[in-house]
């Protein structure tokens, strides 16, 4: 490990979106620390200032605009060699003015799955992966097995608006699973629904999934990201060690739990919140709580650090 880090700063930045759902970046100055990657506009939270304040008086001076109103989105802690910084994160929908480079630095709006196309400093993949997140992540699951079953719970969260679905059918023979799977992903062909696989990387890849979802026991047995960043990648984690693993791995979310008991793992201890908090204090990856959750649950889980919640029951889509 790198010596301890001297200094820590607070900063304050916003993922501000337009009308069309595009965000702005802006490119760093080459001289500035990390000089020539893209960023989210914003910059040092000055001493009585709160972050609101800061990120209101940066986008100002950064790129001309006034911050009518913006919603905390989440917060980085991440080591640099010569620093630690504290990123305080916006979402910035309600602005007037329009955007330009005040400092001369370039800016762009692109469409959020677009952002992966860019270089970001090591703290923001954080931020890229959450800014193209959901706050919910349902899993189609086969626990009776029951094909029409499944086909309406995909159907109902579909129609529910659900944009982000696993499909996890563990106990499917493979051939229906990837029958089933086929039927699911040309289903929502021209939509803003993505369906990621519990299968193999392999299985998403061929059958044009919108990425892969690995298992604990998947993601202990590899070494590196499966699958390139045109496609999802996330892992089911139990403890803070495979947290740890999936962020280490450059995977773009995790499911951690279970929180609360739950009918579809009777033999899992729950973590509890408390337990859950600690684990992600560390973490710096979107994480989804998993065990026992219903939609209602979403401000306890982000008020414990999570980014959203995921299930099987909770979310009936009706
Ligand atoms: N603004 C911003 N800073 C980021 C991002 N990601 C990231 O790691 N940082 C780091 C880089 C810097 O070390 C620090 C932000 O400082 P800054 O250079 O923007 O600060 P500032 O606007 O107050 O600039 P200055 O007065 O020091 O020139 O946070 C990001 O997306 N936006
Ligand atoms: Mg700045």
Redesign the pocket.
């Known amino acids: 490990m790198s010596a301890v880090p001297k200094k820590e700063?607070r900063?304050a930045?916003g993922v501000i979106e337009d009308a069309a759902g595009r965000i702005l970046i802006a490119q760093r100055s080459a001289e500035?620390?990390?000089g020539g990657l893209w960023?989210?506009?914003?910059?040092?939270i000055e001493p009585g200032e709160t972050p609101f304040d800061a990120l209101r008086r940066?986008l100002m001076e950064?790129i001309g605009i006034a911050v009518d109103g913006a919603e905390p989105m989440l917060v980085v802690r991440?080591a640099?060699p010569r620093?630690r910084?504290i990123?305080e994160i916006f979402r910035v929908r309600k602005f007037s003015g329009e955007a330009r480079g005040c400092l001369g630095q370039p800016i762009r709006w692109v469409g959020a799955d677009d952002l992966v196309d860019f270089r970001?400093?090591a703290?923001?993949r954080f931020?890229v992966a959450a800014a193209r997140l959901p706050f919910h992540y349902p899993i189609v699951d086969d626990v009776a097995g029951d094909l029409s079953a499944m086909r309406r719970h995909f159907r109902r969260l579909v129609a529910g608006g659900f944009s982000l679905i696993q499909l996890r059918a563990k106990t499917l023979e493979r051939a229906v699973y990837r029958s089933f799977a086929q039927e699911c992903i040309d289903c929502c062909a021209g939509s803003n629904v993505r369906l990621i696989l519990n299968a193999e990387p392999e299985l998403a890849v061929e059958l044009g999934a919108a990425g892969v979802h690995l298992t604990s026991a998947r993601l202990n047995s590899l070494s590196s990201r499966p699958l390139d960043n045109k496609f999802w990648v996330a892992a089911s984690c139990h403890d803070a060690g495979e947290l740890e693993k999936a962020e280490s791995l450059r995977l773009d979310f995790a499911v951690f739990g279970p929180v609360l008991p739950t009918r579809s793992h009777p033999a899992s201890a729950p973590l509890g919140w408390e337990r859950f908090s600690e684990c992600l204090q560390a973490v710096n990856l979107p994480v989804y709580a998993l065990g026992g959750l219903a939609a209602e649950h979403l401000v306890r889980a982000r008020s414990a650090g999570a980014w959203g919640i995921a299930g099987i029951r909770g979310f009936s889509g009706s």
């Open positions: 700063i900063v930045a500035a620390d990390q960023e989210f506009p914003g910059g040092k940066e950064e991440h640099y620093q910084v990123l970001f400093p703290a923001n931020i």
